[in-house]
């Protein structure tokens, strides 16, 4: 691929993200980056698996999410998130960074992580104030379970 293509193919991407929204797709924050709507939250993708949690959280002794849903994360866990997308993002529009999808085009990945940073910042939002779910041990009998 020629470097005006490569260039075509992320100006492309960056008028999707505005027109989406333009079209509701996502509200900008106090920070200036976007938030996830209602309607996507409550979409069919809206509420993704956490892969990999970010390391400053770990590190700092909270507890791993990985493997749970977003909607089961605590606010403050998801705002960390959402930076380690954010940055993510920012990394791979550096780099450049594409695949290529089932129709053999060339696509970037950073409006993926941008929107799952909208997304993580979207369920902080709508988490904050709520307890987050307990997670239990596989192993754990009923009897070690404390309630």
Same mark, same amino acid.
């Given at each position: 691929?020629? #470097?005006?293509? =490569?260039?075509?193919? $992320?100006?492309? /991407?960056?008028? *999707?993200? @505005?027109? #989406?929204?333009? =079209?509701?797709?996502? $509200?900008?924050? /106090?920070?200036? *980056?976007? @938030?996830?709507?209602?309607?996507?939250?409550?979409?069919?993708?809206?509420?993704?698996?956490?892969?990999?949690?970010?390391?400053?959280?770990?590190?700092?002794?909270?507890?791993?999410?990985?493997?749970?849903?977003?909607?089961?994360?605590?606010?403050?866990?998801?705002?960390?998130?959402?930076?380690?997308?954010?940055?993510?993002?920012?990394?791979?529009?550096?780099?450049?960074?594409?695949?290529?999808?089932?129709?053999?085009?060339?696509?970037?990945?950073?409006?993926?992580?941008?929107?799952?940073?909208?997304?993580?910042?979207?369920?902080?939002?709508?988490?904050?104030?709520?307890?987050?779910?307990?997670?239990?041990?596989?192993?754990?009998?009923?009897?070690?379970?404390?309630?």
């Amino acid at each position: 691929m020629s #470097a005006i293509e =490569a260039r075509v193919v $992320a100006l492309e /991407a960056r008028l *999707a993200a @505005v027109e #989406a929204r333009i =079209a509701g797709g996502g $509200a900008p924050s /106090a920070s200036g *980056a976007s @938030v996830a709507t209602d309607d996507d939250l409550d979409s069919e993708w809206g509420d993704p698996l956490v892969k990999k949690d970010p390391k400053k959280w770990i590190e700092n002794g909270g507890e791993s999410y990985a493997g749970c849903r977003m909607s089961q994360c605590p606010s403050d866990y998801l705002r960390m998130l959402a930076s380690l997308f954010d940055w993510m993002a920012a990394k791979d529009e550096e780099k450049k960074k594409t695949y290529t999808n089932k129709q053999g085009k060339e696509v970037p990945t950073a409006p993926f992580n941008r929107t799952a940073a909208a997304r993580a910042r979207g369920w902080a939002k709508r988490n904050a104030g709520k307890v987050a779910a307990v997670t239990v041990p596989h192993d754990a009998t009923v009897e070690e379970i404390p309630f």
